[in-house]
């Protein structure tokens, strides 16, 4: 099977693995905000990766694929990051208002008078331009985890750098078939270089993966009509993914095992029946990202004592109707934005 023939079309299942991965990532956070420890995959690999990894690389990789297809299509850079904004800030500025008005004051120990008179307060509010600020005054000072209200946002900047980097890679022509190969040489000898320098700065190393797998995931696209997917290859690179953090080179080893594997998983099987990619709840998986965080706080702070798995449970619940309710809402900001563009 031939990744261009199975991912030309829309019947896949990209969305609702992007799904699982959102609730992954609920799974991950449930550890360390209860007070429970790590996740069983970070024991397991003895902090080499987690739930949450691998699903930030399911969003990484599938973004580089797809929006690399986005920029070919829009061609221009206004087009281009009018879309993708368009993708990311509706939502994330209704969730960053409502942390900061609703959620922030009735959480906070602070009086409602100290709160809005704490400037702290409205600089939180610089994470709708992803400029990052992890706390609001008085909330979750006594969380079992830190203080931060939304731990999820740090992959934001990170992804939109990732869109300026596919719009430069296009702009400069990288992504003709004859170019694109010489880039990957490069790529890898910067990321080994910088995995090695940045190896005591671990928040900078954990950004590296990432954006390489969204690489990856533009180079995949570009010569999708000369990748063959397997399913024997898809266990055999799972096999040494699992030699490789024995060997503790995971990250080196999931640079090649995981866009195969996601590619395999998430393009060669198609839906029949029921278009599962019209689903809301799927369909809502960046929405559920983005509340889950101070879902899951907030509901520690509700009861000190709870138990990892309900925190996973109730959060997952929670977040999904949430998330639903946001991305109706960004579809009708959308529609609006765009119905006044075409005016």
């Known amino acids: 099977m031939i990744l261009k023939e199975c991912s030309d079309g829309k019947d896949n299942i990209v969305s609702l693995i992007k799904f699982i991965a959102a609730v992954m ?54 087009s281009f990051f009018k879309a993708r904004s368009l993708r990311i800030f509706p939502q994330l500025i209704i969730v ?46 006594n969380s079992k985890y830190n203080s931060t209200v939304n731990g999820s946002l740090w992959t934001l900047p990170v992804e939109f750098l990732c869109y300026v980097f596919c719009y430069l890679f296009y702009r400069f022509r990288l992504n003709n078939r004859k170019y694109a190969v010489w880039t990957v040489p490069f790529i890898v000898i910067a990321y080994l270089i910088l995995w090695k320098i940045l190896s005591g700065i671990l928040i900078l190393r954990a950004v590296l993966t990432p954006a390489m797998l969204f690489y990856t995931g533009m180079i995949y696209y570009i010569y999708r009509d000369k990748i063959k997917l397997y399913w024997y290859i898809s266990v055999i690179l799972l096999c040494a993914l699992i030699v490789g953090i024995y060997f503790n080179i995971y990250y080196l080893i999931a640079l090649v095992a995981l866009p195969y594997i996601f590619s395999y998983l998430g393009f060669s099987y198609k839906i ?25 706080q907030t509901l520690c702070v509700m009861n000190s004592n709870m138990s990892q798995m309900t925190n996973f449970l109730l959060a997952t619940v929670v977040s999904g109707v949430l998330g639903c309710v946001l991305t109706l809402l960004d579809k009708r900001i959308n529609a609006f934005i765009n119905k006044g563009s075409a005016k």
């Open 25 to 78: 990532v609920i799974f991950n956070h449930s550890f360390p905000i209860t007070g429970s420890g790590s996740d069983y995959i970070s024991v397991a690999s003895g902090g080499q990766t987690t739930f949450g990894g691998i699903a930030v690389a399911i969003f990484f990789f599938y973004g580089g694929f797809l929006i690399m297809r986005s920029m070919e299509h829009k061609k221009t850079a206004a």
């Open 96 to 141: 960053i208002i409502l942390s900061v008005f609703v959620l922030g004051a009735i959480i906070s120990d602070c009086s409602l008078v100290e709160y809005f008179s704490n400037l702290n307060t409205y600089k939180y509010l610089l994470n709708c331009v992803m400029i990052p600020i992890h706390s609001l005054p008085g909330v979750f000072l």
């Open 272 to 296: 029949s029946k029921i278009d599962i990619n019209k689903n809301l709840l799927v369909k809502s998986s960046y929405g559920i990202y983005l509340v889950a965080f101070p879902i899951q």
